[in-house]
């Protein structure tokens, strides 16, 4: 009988020592597999930060850009008012023209400042009129980027709420099987 208990006693030792070795494998795993999550976790919210501050920058140029485009609207509304502005100069001049018909010399010199000032103004306008493009060309390239910087960011964000999300449910598995 002592012997049996004794070969009863050193079986449940060594399945004991099996049980140990088996439970301490498992919690090795866990543990690996959380440092990792938690390695990752740590990256996700490097590259979130980053993205917070690439949107802020990008928030920052769309305030410049806007303020821009407000500027060139108004050199804009101006021109306009100054090519209104000669246009009246240029039906007052012709009619001053057929007035004085008699000073030809007048009349020539007259109608040459007008085609100038309109050359001016032309030219003001088709560079003003280049500027306005060229802003809402970079408006829309901004716009473009700082939606891809949102679609990237909220992905990144999915990720990372997948990533708790499974940590927590592993952590849950732990519980439950202790």
Known sequence: ????????????????????????????????????????????????????KAASGLKADLARFKDQFKETHTEASDARATLRKLEQENTQLTVERDQLKASVTNWARAVAERDESLREVNERLRETAARLNDSVLKYNELATNYNASIKRFNELATNYNNVVNQLNESRRENRSQK
């Open 1 to 52: 009988m002592k012997r049996a208990l004794m070969w009863i006693n050193l079986m449940g030792a060594a399945a004991l020592a099996v049980l140990c070795v088996v439970q301490w494998q498992r919690d090795r795993r866990l543990n690996l597999e959380i440092n990792r999550l938690e390695k990752e976790h740590y990256a996700q919210r490097e590259r979130i930060t980053e993205q917070e």
